[in-house]
């Protein structure tokens, strides 16, 4: 796959997120993804990703960096949301906050197959204090 392919790709992926469009999920995960170590399989990533959206249901992705290098992608993923409650350890409770993701995917076959992910805990923090 190209660079170009890629950043297509992902960009549909994001859309799909957003779009909270579950049943074409499988259309940018590989059956055995792989999440920070740990196998998650669709329908286990599937269950993260609604459970986050039911802690934030303001959750959008945007991409503020994306960075393409056959076969991975990464990404700084730019966030402000209300998480509901507790939020990494954090309580938020409904107020806003701005954060971002460090995310590198490596994609098999056209579809992400692995998941490595950082977020920026201490931006939260800061914004608490």
């Not at 994609?107 to 923090?125: C, N, P, Y």
Request: with cysteine; aromatic share 12%; net charge negative.
């Amino acid at each position: 796959m190209t660079a170009t392919e890629l950043r297509s790709i992902y960009r549909g992926y994001l859309c799909c997120l957003n779009a909270q469009d579950w049943a074409r999920l499988s259309d940018f995960l590989h059956d055995a993804v792989v999440h920070n170590g740990r196998p998650f399989g669709v329908q286990g990533y599937r269950a993260m990703l609604e459970n986050d959206f039911e802690r934030i249901p303001d959750l959008h992705f945007h991409a503020e960096l994306l960075v393409c290098e056959p076969p991975f992608v990464a990404a700084r993923l730019e966030f402000q949301c209300s998480p509901k409650g507790e939020f990494l350890g954090l309580q938020l409770n409904g107020r806003t906050v701005s954060f971002a993701e460090n995310i590198v995917y490596q994609f098999e076959s056209g579809k992400i197959w692995a998941v490595w992910s950082v977020l920026d805990k201490t931006a939260i923090e800061q914004q608490l204090s």
